[in-house]
């Protein structure tokens, strides 16, 4: 069984770190416990961007989640690659 990495486990890591001045912050509302890690090396920096987020989301996704997505989405899907193809074929004209 995976240990919880709740915010109790973070603050945690964070005082036998000896960032007693990021947990002030916390405690403070100044920042939030996932900054405050990635401060202190603890934890990435999370993506600013969709696609990563959407990445991220994909691949936490079952097969069958994925044939779902993909079964709902297929004419925009569909449309989206014939453009992309189209594209492709023009830049190597």
Do not use: P
Request: charged residues 35%; hydrophobic residues 35%.
């Amino acid at each position: 069984m995976k240990n919880k990495r709740d915010n109790a486990y973070y603050r945690a890591r964070l005082a036998k770190s000896s960032r007693n001045d990021l947990l002030a912050k916390v405690d403070s509302g100044e920042i939030s416990m996932h900054a405050a890690c990635v401060a202190a090396g603890l934890r990435k920096k999370r993506s600013d961007t969709t696609l990563e987020g959407f990445k991220r989301s994909w691949e936490r996704l079952s097969k069958n989640d994925r044939r779902r997505f993909v079964a709902s989405n297929l004419i925009e899907l569909n449309t989206i690659v014939l453009s992309v193809r189209d594209q492709l074929m023009a830049k190597k004209q």
